[in-house]
């Protein structure tokens, strides 16, 4: 064809042997820019969807970060038929080939092009935040977060999570973080495909100075965790102590030129913008890795462990290593889906046709989402169970690497003075991926590298101690309340989790995710289960009958004008009269009150102990010599008194009692409850007379004194019908005196209020 010039050469098609400098290539990328807003016009004038048309350039650039000569045929097998015929009329004017030019627009990979004012010039993209307010504004001041984002598959400028930096430098503050102690921390925390996006300077004085700093030191810590410089925009800002107002400077890649951005948006629904096109993966790979050390000399102890390390983690790629992908555990009427990728597979570029007329190669590409019949967007699902692809490493014993192609026998000489020490090692990590990626593509970019990043996390925390005792590591997955992201949290077994080893790890953590310092929110019982439960449902008491949870939640309003609700704070079971078979109606309500307080401080994970039965409880207080041995197995009462006892002899939960001398009096004890809801959250015993109720909270108005309160019934006998139970008022707001003039609680009774304290832990 002969060739265009001028303007008519823009819009015919464009070579980059036509160009030599910077300048075009930039003129190159505007115009894919220009033509790719032209289409999406034009779709939506036709009330079409334009979903697929957002990710146009998205799509085409998930392939990987190195820069591969990349064929047009290559480039276009990875898109889906609708994008593949868009794409189509782009390369009617522009052509893609192999070049810098295609590297260029694959490494900005699910980075939409920056927004064009209506004057043609571009805008400063908008620093969005998933991560809850409280994060950032509640930062001590002055202090250094990092933030972190996933570039790759989130639009960019988008911070997922925010945390806070616990190692600096002596006697140089805050804003002078140890690097290096930073990014070992930082490695085991952070799951792959999470990235470091930008830090944030809470108190900062000086915006000029102290952005340009923070954009700096966000730079520096990614290249220690990743080993290479960020190719994605970076942010480093500033945040007003007083006011909370963030301020904060973008810059796109090493060298471009840094501009302030001007917008701060606190996203909507970001559960949904992570979880609904993005999923997770999961590894776990036990190793038994032998070292052999001489006896009468352990001066090259860490050097042998060091290259025993290196040379496992080396063999993760390779004819050594394939990978059995599966999707999460179907249900009966789903179909299990897996695949089994090998060495050559991994290099996904290569497994694509490069001919599609020769089809050379016909390896179908299988992407994440395949994997999924459906998608969950809910983290609250995900707390309970966690749907992920599980990743399995297979190890191809026979591969001979011989021309011969037979296996051959291999025979390893070691000398007798020779020690052997087997490093027992459990590797378990996650990955955080876009469902529309190449399932070879994510487990040769991230579960790879991240079995990677775990090997060495784990080698400097036993090196130390590799000639004494062992220690025994085991990697956890959480996704805390206050936290949208998963991340990983590696715990020495060897410790009890009372300890104070563990306690301090644990707390160091929930300061640097900025969780609260009183609750246990990252012990083994909160971590992440998948695939479903193993053995008996959650949901399910001894005897496998059902137990319902947070009933108040489906109750109307209280009627209380002007009032101030303060309720308990976390979850609990409802457990009443005949509940397991147990008939101990006209004796068993206080029984089943602290039931019901048990399990509230076994799902908050204060204890792991499962709720007692009726004679359990009896059995507690004669162990501890409060009743005759003729009380187990008897149909006794027992009140406020009896229940303290066994909250603290099992939990170590201490208790208040609060005493009124008759039912007319509770009232004036409403302020008092309503700060115990605000400050310990747990679920209150009101015993009076012959009867015991469970206070969930009340509804208080200061001015004019009207009240009411959360009662959850014990005395109910019915089955765990939910509609039942609130129709009915089992479960419901009670006033002290009712419009009718009936009184709720006697005013000839004396009650007892049990307060179970929150235990301060982590």
């Known amino acids: 064809m002969e060739e265009a010039t001028g303007e008519e050469r823009a819009h015919e098609k464009i070579g980059l042997e036509d160009f030599v400098d910077d300048a075009d290539l930039e003129r190159v990328t505007t115009l894919i820019e220009d ?11 036709r009330r079409r969807k334009d979903e697929e048309l957002n990710d146009l350039l998205f799509r085409t650039c998930i392939i990987s970060e190195r820069e591969h000569q990349i064929e047009k045929d290559t480039f276009m097998h990875f898109m889906p038929p609708t994008t593949r015929v868009l794409l189509e009329l782009l390369t009617f004017f522009f052509s893609f080939p192999s070049s810098q030019l295609a590297a260029d627009t694959m490494s900005r990979k699910y980075s939409p092009p920056m927004e064009t004012a209506a004057d043609g010039s571009r805008r400063r993209p908008a620093l969005r935040l998933l991560c809850p307010k409280t994060s950032i504004l509640s930062a001590p001041f002055p202090s250094l977060l990092w933030l972190v984002g996933s570039p790759r598959f989130l639009q960019p400028v988008t911070v997922a999570a925010a945390f806070r930096c616990l190692r600096c430098l002596p006697d140089d503050g805050p804003f002078s973080p140890n690097l290096p102690h930073e990014a070992d921390e930082i490695r085991g925390l952070l799951v792959r495909g999470f990235d470091i996006v930008g830090a944030l300077l809470v108190g900062s004085a000086n915006f000029e100075a102290d952005a340009g700093r923070a954009l700096e030191l966000a730079r520096a810590l990614r290249e220690r965790l990743f080993g290479e410089k960020a190719s994605h925009d970076m942010v480093g800002g500033c945040v007003d102590a007083a006011t909370g107002d963030i301020r904060f400077l973008i810059s796109e890649s090493i060298g471009s030129e840094v501009v302030e951005g001007q917008e701060v948006v606190w996203e909507d ?12 993966l999961r590894c776990q790979l036990p190793l038994q890795l032998p070292l052999y050390l001489p006896l009468d000399d352990n001066s090259g102890t860490e050097p042998r462990f060091s290259s025993l390390i290196e040379f496992t983690a080396a063999n993760l790629r390779g004819p050594h290593a394939s990978y059995l992908v599966e999707g999460p555990t179907a249900t009966s009427e789903e179909l299990h889906h897996s695949v089994i990728l090998h060495d050559n597979d991994l290099n996904y570029l290569s497994c694509l046709p490069i001919n599609q007329n020769t089809n050379e190669h016909n390896t179908k590409i299988v992407y994440c989402s395949e994997f999924f019949s459906t998608k969950r967007h809910d983290l609250s699902l995900m707390r309970e169970n966690a749907d992920a692809i599980q990743i399995t490493v297979l190890s191809n014993q026979s591969f001979n690497s011989s021309k011969a192609g037979s296996p051959i026998p291999v025979l390893k000489y070691f000398p007798a003075s020779a020690n052997l020490r087997v490093i027992n090692l459990k590797l378990d990590i996650l990955c955080y991926t876009s469902i529309d990626l190449p399932v070879a593509a994510a487990v040769s970019e991230l579960v790879i590298p991240g079995l990677c990043d775990q090997l060495s996390v784990m080698k400097k925390v036993i090196v130390s101690e590799l000639l004494t005792q062992q220690p025994q590591l085991c990697p956890y997955h959480f996704v805390p309340p206050g936290l949208r992201i998963p991340l990983t949290a590696i ?4 410790y009890e989790e009372i300890e104070e080893k563990q306690s301090e790890l644990r707390r160091n953590l929930h300061f640097r995710l900025g969780l609260p310092l009183d609750r246990p929110l990252l012990r083994t ?12 449902d959650k949901n399910l008491s001894k005897n496998g009958s059902s137990i319902l949870r947070d009933v108040h939640k489906e109750i109307p309003s209280s009627g209380v004008l002007g009032g101030i609700m303060s309720l308990i704070d976390g ?8 509940h397991d078979g147990i008939d101990d109606n006209g004796w068993g309500c206080a029984y089943r009150s602290l039931q019901t307080i048990m399990s509230w401080y076994r799902l908050q994970q204060y204890s792991s102990i499962n709720v007692l039965s009726h004679r359990e409880i009896q059995q507690v207080l004669v162990d501890i010599g409060d009743k005759d041995p003729s009380f187990v197995g008897s149909r006794e009462w027992i009140g406020a008194i009896e229940l303290s006892f066994v909250l603290d002899k099992l939990l170590g939960v201490s208790c208040r009692i609060i005493n009124v001398r008759s039912g007319d009096e509770l009232p004036e004890k409403c302020r008092e409850i309503a700060i115990h809801f605000e400050t310990q959250g747990t679920p209150v015993m009101i015993g009076g007379g012959v009867l015991a109720y469970t206070l969930l909270g009340v509804d208080y108005n200061e001015v004019s004194g009207d009240c009411a309160f959360l009662i959850l019934d014990p005395h109910y006998t019915g089955p765990n019908d939910l509609k039942k139970i609130v129709n009915g008022g089992w479960c419901a707001w009670k006033k002290s005196v009712d419009s009718k003039g009936r009184s709720f609680f006697l005013k000839d009774k004396f009650y007892n209020l049990l307060l179970p304290q929150r235990p301060n832990m982590v």
């Open 525 to 536: 019982s909160n971590a992440l289960t998948f695939g479903g439960m193993i053995g008996r």
């Open 571 to 578: 979850s609990y079971e409802y457990y009443h009269y005949l």
């Open 269 to 280: 629904e970001p559960e949904r913008l992570l979880l609904e096109k993005g999923c997770l």
């Open 491 to 494: 715990y020495d077994t060897r």
């Open 35 to 45: 033509w790719s807003r032209r289409l999406l016009a034009r779709a939506a004038k």
